[in-house]
Each structure stands twice: as C-alpha cells, then as structure tokens.
T-cell receptor
Framework: DGGITQSPKYLFRKEGQNVTLSCEQN?????MYWYRQDPGQGLRLIYY???????QKGDIAEGYSVSREKKESFPLTVTSAQKNPTAFYLC??????????????FGNGTRLTVT | AQSVTQPDIHITVSEGASLELRCNYS??????LFWYVQSPGQGLQLLLKYFSGDTLVQGIKGFEAEFKRSQSSFNLRKPSVHWSDAAEYFCAVAPGLILTGGGNKLTFGTGTQLKVEL
C-alpha cells in the first residue's frame, strides 16, 4: 500500500543537539511538506517542496533545515537554534499544486522531546 | 494571506446526537476548503474538500459540510455521532487562485476536540 512513513515515532534528544526526522513517501507525489503541531495551535507550516532540489520556507522555518535530493524523501533537521523544539512533527505529501490545490496525505508523525 | 478560525476548542456530544463544528475563513475569493480528522498520536485524514459546485459536500464516515459564501463559513456536520468519532477536527483553507510562482500554502485552524459521551 502507498503511504508516508515517518520515523521514528518517538525521539528524545538533549538540548544543543541537532536531530533529523525522516519522511519517506511511495505515492509518487511531487510535493512534500513539514508541519509542526503544538496543543491549541493547530498545524504550522515549517518547509515545503514542490519539486526535487527545491524547497521554500513556511511560516516558522527558523531553526529548521530540509533537503529534497530525492522525490521520495524530505528529511527535516531540527537544529540547536530552534528555541522550542519539543513538538509533534507531521510530514505530508500531495500531487503538485498546479491548476488546483490537492488534498494532503499525512504520515503518522514523530514526537520529538528535547530536554 | 488566508486565515481560518475554529471558535470551539472543545465540544462534547452524546452518542447518537447531531454534531456541527464551526469553521470561518478569511480570503478574498473562494478558497479551497478542507476538513481533516486526527486520532490521538496519529496523522490527519481527509474528511472532505470543497472548491466549487454544490455547496453541500459529502465526505467519508457520514460527514458533510456546507459552504456559505455570505458567512465565510464551512461548517462540518453529522446527523448522528458514533463513539468512534471522538477525535480532533481541523478545518483548512488554501488559496483558490493558484499562484504560478509558488507560495500556495494550506493554512489550518487550531482544531476542535470532540468528545462523545456514551
């Protein structure tokens, strides 16, 4: 079955360490997205990519970095510059935004705890 | 830029009762509108989508939503709630006029947590 795989489900890190969250999709989607979810704040867009080797900052990109070297993969690095990294991170994908805006397909998320 | 408001943070209904979750958006033209559902610790699942055509949209799991342009609303409804509907529900809006240069983003509301009493 096609889908989006995020790993690991739970991740623990010490403050000051960079950490990379994995996101892989086999839906053959061009676009991929990273959202951060905090209680009472909904989902906020961190980065998105419409095509390989290209990505754009979302609303809260500071302290994060991404790469898109392959269509199937869109890893997110949470750097030590991110002041409040503890959150639930969701990866999503969709067909390319062209004439209309397609629905997003989501992974099951990674819960990151930084102490 | 578009925005979306879900005024109810928590809603509790009895099983078998009807449900309406409110969503209001701000956008200069008709946007793309979505409702997603999230079970605890999981990703989001699409319930339904609207852009044009019939203003009453049918989705999965017996949900429907009605687009009302005059009220800038896209409320989600279900005639009879089941205990398995307990989850968090998110309304989302995307620009109806796709920008060829990019920058087309989906904006989510803050969510409504639904509790179902047996």
């Amino acid at each position: 079955d096609g889908g989006i795989t995020q790993s690991p489900k739970y991740l623990f890190r010490k403050e000051g360490q960079n950490v990379t969250l994995s996101c892989e999709q086999n839906l053959n989607h061009d676009a991929m997205y990273w959202y951060r979810q905090d209680p009472g704040q909904g989902l906020r867009l961190i980065y998105y990519s419409q095509i390989v080797n290209d990505f754009q900052k979302g609303d809260i990109a500071e302290g994060y970095s991404v790469s898109r070297e392959k269509k199937e993969s869109f890893p997110l690095t949470v750097t030590s510059a991110q002041k409040n990294p503890t959150a639930f991170y969701l990866c999503a994908s969709s067909p390319r935004v062209d004439r209309d805006f397609p629905p997003l397909h989501f992974g099951n998320g990674t819960r990151l705890t930084v102490t | 830029a578009q925005s979306v408001t879900q005024p109810d943070i928590h809603i509790t209904v009895s099983e078998g009762a009807s449900l309406e979750l409110r969503c209001n958006y701000s956008y200069g033209a008709t946007p793309y509108l979505f409702w997603y559902v999230q079970s605890p610790g999981q990703g989001l699942q699409l319930l339904l989508k609207y852009f044009s055509g019939d203003t009453l949209v049918q989705g999965i799991k017996g949900f429907e939503a009605e687009f009302k342009r005059s009220q800038s609303s896209f409320n989600l409804r279900k005639p009879s709630v089941h205990w398995s509907d307990a989850a968090e529900y998110f309304c989302a809006v995307a620009p109806g006029l796709i920008l060829t240069g990019g920058g087309n983003k989906l904006t989510f509301g803050t969510g409504t947590q639904l509790k179902v009493e047996l």
